[in-house]
């Protein structure tokens, strides 16, 4: 028998059965997608011994028990008091009706929308020394709010001062002066072409913001000088052809810079130093003077500080008055490092070596000071050279430079996962790929150091798109965490002796919890690990839990030496991941489940498929043509036959012809009709002998969307006749309980109620406005509601959305 000590999980792919949620979520982690820290470990637990309660859901992955039941250590049932039928939960019409999203699953820092990352574009310091952030964010903690946000007393809240009603904002520059006035700059991600983006300047001096300019481009910065309003990036002012990338405002309105226009590719930092404004970007010329990417305006001169070749992101003076430089070039023109300089006052010098990605020159996005010493953020994994020379250090985006040295304040192998995409860009891959940079802008707030950008985390530490390094260089998570996910969940079961829902895959941290991949367990107010991590180089597609709480795993296992992957089921037996039988040389586990009467089953494959049934070992008790994506059961009482239904990418089962999807009666396999046109991705099973499945987006004609067997015939019924859908939809889980079948997967409908929807037998609809995600992966009923996981971030109707990250929970 093989087994592991649980060590951490590399999730590194996708096979053709399921949602890409698992890449997704790889790639949006911050740092490599190498197994969690083994430090810090929580500890792990057991089953908990409490009275069960009368109402819960498992689809189907649980059996029932007699007697009374204890666990002990391993999760093996010891006691007489009978456990719960969670496969026969009822899904009653209240909470189909009636139910409401559960508003605690939120998570530190700044949440938002479906699809693209978070972001935090900017900050600055109003006159009254609160902080402000703008962004790309829509809520802070269970708040729903613009992306503007004031730091007071060191928690964040949404600045009442905008009154700008904008659909789905985002706000890339926010610039503040001493007499109170306020100005802002809008921003799109799209179109493609940054120069065919539309943006407006909003300014308010005491009052409510009004509109002072439109544009094309992007703004990256803004400060107050003289008087006047500074704005620059890469942008052209709508009606002022004259002042491409630089333009001022004052009280005659809309001017070029003093001496005249800026000429080259943009302008993107501007730094009040003292009694002069430091201009920064990618230039030849401005106010008449040749300047290299630097120039100084003091109110009466321009100053060059040439930097040939090179886009300027960031200028900063540390405590000895030294002028740092940062962005995206190499003093010596070197390929491997760069990305920082300091003025020695004739020339610019490289700082020890630069900084590395890993063996690409690094990029600073921002620089800020702190007690003398400079801090620098940007993409780099090590500092003081690539990594392989000696005096390098191993550093995660941000360090510090301090006494002639560099030190590293992030570990880069300590990534925190993400429930949204992340383009994960690091500032050099084009003009626009500043704005999309995982760390953007830093400031000094006191004795601490407020780090904002596209990221879900730093060093270990859950906090979405705003975080704090403290005095002692500790990473702070900004605001409370919930119980929302950072990552995005791939499996959810139901089991134990309380009908408990439990979470596998893609979650580096359930609140503030690190889960070191992990299967985690509701507990009704906390989420708690079970077992050690998930073995490091499986990759693990489903969960199963039985009735006394022990789950399962369906996984692809670490390939030996050059062989492909083989199949396996992983058993939490004494704390430790067993493989249950031998290893399937068909390909991997896509799905696992307990039937009604307690027994394991397993389907996957590759280009063969397999179905198997434990009976000393998991014995292969059909084959297919194909991949094998799903299985159900019919919810009958135990002791009776039992039944099941599988679909999957296969044509043949049992030597038949079958269409994607064949049941077994209790005695034998059968084809359902002529099958179903399509790839089948979730099947389930209904109290009334209904078969439910779904099929994949893959182009095929006339593939259903939902269809349902009768006994007879095939029919969807996931059409505009019974409800609003339209082709082009997959859902990924369905659930049947009664007279409803929960469907959830990718169905963004043009009532903006999406990817959760319902069908009663007659209807087909929403269940309670769905959620809001790039897809929803997973569903079980639990004795407290419907849960749901995938790439998660709302949940709810338009109007009465809430923040639900990484899981939603309808109660």
Not at 681 to 693: C, F, K, N, S
Request: proline share 6%; glycine share 16%; charged share 15%.
């Amino acid at each position: 028998m093989i087994s592991w000590s649980g060590l951490g999980l590399l999730a590194c792919g996708d096979d053709g059965n399921a949602s890409t949620t698992d890449a997704t979520t790889d790639a949006t982690t911050d740092g490599p997608t190498t197994g969690g820290p083994t430090t810090d470990t929580p500890p792990t637990t057991t089953t908990p011994t409490t009275t069960a309660p009368t109402t819960g859901d498992s689809e189907g992955d649980s059996s029932t028990t007699t007697g009374d039941t204890s666990t002990t250590g391993d999760s093996t049932s010891t006691g007489d008091e009978p456990g719960l039928a969670c496969h026969s939960l009822e899904l009653p019409a209240a909470l189909v009706d009636d139910g409401s999203w559960d508003e605690g699953l939120t998570i530190s820092g700044f949440a938002g929308y479906d699809g693209l990352t978070p972001s935090v574009h900017d900050f600055a310091r109003d006159a009254g020394g609160d902080l402000l952030a703008v962004g790309y964010f829509h809520y802070i903690g269970t708040d729903a709010v613009h992306p503007f946000a004031r730091r007071e007393g060191g928690a964040w809240i949404e600045d009442p001062s905008l009154g700008v009603a904008l659909e789905r904002p985002t706000i890339s520059a926010v610039a503040a002066d001493d007499g109170g006035r306020v100005a802002l700059a809008t921003y799109s991600a799209l179109p493609a072409d940054l120069m065919q983006r539309k943006g407006e300047i909003l300014l308010a001096d005491g009052g409510e913001f009004e509109v002072v300019a439109t544009f094309h481009g992007a703004v990256r910065s803004m400060a107050w000088y003289g008087g006047e309003l500074w704005v620059a990036g890469v942008f052209a002012l709508d009606d002022e052809p004259a002042m491409p990338h630089l333009a001022v405002y004052g009280d005659m309105g809309w001017h070029e810079p003093p001496g005249g226009a800026l000429a080259g590719n943009g302008a993107y930092e501007l730094t009040v130093d003292d009694d002069t404004l430091l201009v920064g970007g990618n230039f030849t010329d401005v106010g008449g003077v040749a300047a290299q990417s630097v120039a100084a305006w003091d109110g009466a001169d321009w100053t060059a500080f040439d930097l040939p070749n090179s886009t300027v992101y960031a200028l900063a003076r540390d405590g000895q008055g030294d002028l740092y430089a940062g962005g995206l070039f190499s003093v010596e023109n070197s390929v491997e490092t760069g990305g920082i300089a300091r003025w020695s006052g004739q020339s610019w010098q490289s700082v020890a070596g630069g900084l590395a990605n890993p063996s690409f020159r690094g990029v600073v996005s921002d620089l800020a000071v702190r007690s003398g010493d400079l801090y620098v953020a940007g993409c780099f994994t090590s500092a003081g050279g690539v990594p392989s020379d000696p005096a390098a250090i191993p550093t995660g985006g941000v360090a510090r430079w301090a006494g002639g040295a560099w030190e590293a304040l992030t570990d880069p192998a300590a990534g925190v996962g993400s429930a949204w995409f992340s383009p994960l860009k690091c500032g050099d891959e084009g003009p626009a790929a500043i704005w999309e940079a995982q760390y953007q802008r830093m400031i000094v707030d006191g004795e601490q150091i407020v780090l904002g950008g596209a990221f879900s985390g730093v060093d270990a530490v859950a906090s979405q798109s705003v975080i704090v390094l403290d005095a002692d260089d500790q990473w702070v998570a900004e605001g409370e965490p919930g119980r929302g996910f950072s990552g995005a969940t791939r499996s959810l079961a139901v089991g134990g002796p309380e009908c408990a829902v439990h979470v596998m895959g893609g979650v580096t941290h359930a609140g503030a919890l690190k889960t070191d991949d992990r299967v985690l367990r509701d507990d009704g107010d906390a989420w708690t690990p079970v077992g050690p991590s998930i073995p490091a180089g499986a990759y693990c597609w489903q969960l199963a839990v039985d009735s006394a709480g022990t789950p399962v795993l369906g996984c692809d296992l670490p390939p030996e030496d050059d062989e492909p992957p083989a199949g396996g089921v992983l058993r939490l037996e004494n704390d430790s991941w067993q493989v249950v039988g031998e290893p399937f040389v068909q390909g991997g586990v896509a799905a696992v489940g307990f039937d009604p009467n307690g027994a394991l089953w397993a389907a996957g494959g590759g280009s063969e498929g397999f179905v198997a049934r434990e009976d000393a070992g998991l014995t292969i008790v059909g084959e297919s043509n194909g991949r094998v994506s799903a299985l159900a059961f019919r919810p009958t009482a135990p002791g009776e036959p039992v039944q099941v239904v599988v679909g999957g990418y296969f044509s043949e089962f049992a030597g038949m012809q079958v269409g994607g999807v064949a049941q077994f009666d209790g005695e034998a396999w059968q084809p359902l009709g002529d099958g179903i046109v399509g790839s089948v991705l979730a099947v389930a099973y209904a109290e009334d002998g209904a078969i439910y499945a779904s099929t994949a987006d893959d182009g095929t004609p006339g593939r259903p969307i939902l269809a349902r067997w009768d006994g007879n015939a095939w029919t969807d019924v996931a059409t505009p006749e019974p409800g609003p859908v339209d082709a082009g939809y997959a859902f990924y889980s369905l659930l049947a309980r009664g007279e409803y079948v929960v469907a959830s997967g990718f169905a963004w409908p043009n009532s903006d109620q999406r990817n959760i929807f319902v069908y009663d037998g007659a209807t087909f609809k929403s269940l309670r406005g769905g959620a809001t995600a790039i897809y929803v992966e997973s569903s079980a009923l639990a004795h407290n509601g419907l849960w749901f996981g995938g790439t998660i971030a709302e949940a709810g109707p338009p109007q009465a959305r809430r923040s639900s990250v990484g899981i939603a929970h309808l109660q």
